[in-house]
T-cell receptor, first 116, second 110 residues
Framework: GAVVSQHPSRVICKSGTSVKIECRSL??????MFWYRQFPKQSLMLMAT?????????EQGVEKDKFLINHASLTLSTLTVTSAHPEDSSFYIC????????????FGSGTQLSVL | QKEVEQNSGPLSVPEGAIASLNCTYS??????FFWYRQYSGKSPELIMS????GDKEDGRFTAQLNKASQYVSLLIRDSQPSDSATYLC??????????FGAGTRLFVKA
């Protein structure tokens, strides 16, 4: 399958700081990227959908000013958690899709965020 | 509200048995269906895709689709302890918008 790279895999930060997570499609053009969060033993929760060159569409209840998403190119999307708090601690996962992969979604390896 | 429903499990099967995972979806116009496997602490991995009614086999995995009943299933033959994971059913509802089920936890006993 196609490869989606996500960095960092784990980050620990102090409350109040901002954390940037990168998601890259390595061997296809990702027209659309999705960002999810997942709490232990719970299902994926879609946070937002981003299309290259346009503003992200956020799911209901997700604060767009807190979770900044940028999809500046067909291979890179970033999620910035601003002014992180302990309740933002979670597993964040990106996925990417594009015409070259026939609507299939491929996932990054995830980022475990721990806010102290 | 477009939904994808799965039994959360856990589904427990002995090693070597067939594991049967089921999924129903609400949006009749859905055309693409996927099964993902997620190990604890890891991100989902695509294992099967199916687009037309009937069965699709890939190694020990068989996906079954019945659009009239809005039903997708995944069979795992000769289950192994390494198959123990959460299996996510996913339905593409147009463009790249994919709805995920909550997942079924499978436990294969050695």
């Amino acid at each position: 399958g196609a490869v989606v790279s996500q960095h960092p895999s784990r980050v620990i930060c102090k409350s109040g700081t901002s954390v940037k997570i990168e998601c890259r499609s390595l061997d296809f053009q990702a027209t659309t990227m999705f960002w999810y969060r997942q709490f232990p033993k719970q299902s994926l929760m879609l946070m937002a959908t981003s299309n290259e060159g346009s503003k992200a569409t956020y799911e209901q209840g997700v604060e767009k000013d807190k979770f900044l998403i940028n999809h500046a190119s067909l291979t890179l999307s970033t999620l910035t958690v601003t002014s992180a708090h302990p309740e933002d601690s979670s597993f964040y996962i990106c996925s990417a899709g594009g015409r070259q992969v026939n609507e299939k979604l491929f996932f990054g390896s995830g980022t475990q965020l721990s806010v102290l | 509200q477009k939904e994808v429903e799965q039994n959360s499990g856990p589904l427990s099967v002995p090693e070597g048995a067939i594991a049967s995972l089921n999924c129903t979806y609400s949006d009749r116009v859905s055309q693409s269906f996927f099964w993902y496997r997620q190990y604890s602490g890891k991100s989902p991995e695509l294992i099967m895709s199916i687009y037309s009614n009937g069965d699709k086999e890939d190694g020990r995995f068989t996906a079954q689709l019945n659009k009239a009943s809005q039903y997708v299933s995944l069979l795992i033959r000769d289950s192994q302890p390494s198959d123990s994971a959460t299996y996510l059913c996913a339905v593409n509802t147009g463009g790249f918008k994919t709805i995920f089920g909550a997942g079924t936890r499978l436990f294969v006993k050695a």
